[in-house]
């Protein structure tokens, strides 16, 4: 009875073997090593590839962390930049909350001034109706005074128009 090896299964051949038997033993141990070495020479192309892929990848990654590196500088600047920027902006803001709080001032006092002119407004107005009340009397007054020297014109006329007519004598006279 024949032996295999134990990784390909490979027929050992014994001495007791017939000839033929042993070179078709060797024929399909031939096959099986042709078989192996194929599988092997396909991961061998496989691996390199995959090598190939793994180095063309990690190359690419270098020059990625490359950039990385100087994106990072460039941010580091733009960032000491910006930082710079928020200082100047914190002193401008609180410049114009100091400001804002002096105009809040200013605008309180003309509100006061506001409400000041306001009440001597409103004293003015109280004058100025009580004098549109007077000068409506007055007109009225002023009216009747008009009416009555129309009829005083009037009662003239009726007079003089009376002297200007020649007398009649009375009858049986003339």
């Given at each position: 009875?024949?032996?295999n090896?134990?990784?390909?299964?490979?027929?050992?051949?014994?001495?007791?073997?017939?000839?033929?038997?042993?070179?078709?033993?060797?024929?399909?141990?031939?096959?099986?090593?042709?078989?192996?070495?194929?599988?092997?020479?396909d991961?061998?192309?496989?691996?390199?590839?995959?090598l190939?892929?793994?180095?063309?990848?990690?190359?690419?990654?270098?020059?990625?962390?490359?950039?990385?590196?100087?994106?990072?500088t460039?941010?580091?600047?733009s960032?000491?930049?910006?930082?710079?920027?928020?200082?100047?902006?914190?002193?401008?803001i609180?410049?114009?909350?100091?400001?804002?709080?002096?105009?809040?001032s200013?605008?309180?006092?003309?509100?006061?001034?506001?409400?000041?002119?306001?009440?001597?407004?409103?004293?003015?107005?109280?004058?100025?109706?009580?004098?549109?009340?007077?000068?409506?009397?007055?007109?009225?007054a002023?009216?009747?005074m008009?009416?009555?020297?129309?009829?005083?014109?009037?009662?003239?006329?009726?007079?003089?128009?009376?002297?200007?007519?020649?007398?009649?004598?009375?009858?049986?006279?003339?």
């Amino acid at each position: 009875m024949a032996l295999n090896t134990p990784n390909l299964k490979l027929v050992k051949p014994e001495i007791t073997d017939k000839i033929d038997v042993s070179i078709a033993n060797f024929a399909q141990n031939a096959d099986k090593i042709d078989a192996a070495t194929k599988q092997l020479q396909d991961k061998t192309a496989s691996l390199q590839s995959n090598l190939d892929k793994t180095k063309q990848d990690v190359s690419n990654l270098r020059s990625s962390l490359d950039n990385t590196k100087k994106d990072v500088t460039s941010l580091q600047g733009s960032l000491n930049t910006t930082n710079k920027n928020v200082a100047t902006n914190k002193s401008e803001i609180a410049s114009n909350n100091n400001r804002i709080n002096a105009i809040e001032s200013n605008i309180s006092e003309i509100n006061k001034d506001i409400a000041t002119i306001n009440q001597t407004l409103d004293v003015i107005q109280s004058g100025l109706d009580e004098v549109k009340n007077k000068a409506q009397e007055n007109k009225s007054a002023i009216e009747a005074m008009q009416t009555q020297l129309n009829q005083y014109g009037e009662r003239l006329t009726a007079l003089e128009n009376l002297l200007k007519e020649p007398e009649t004598p009375p009858e049986g006279e003339a």
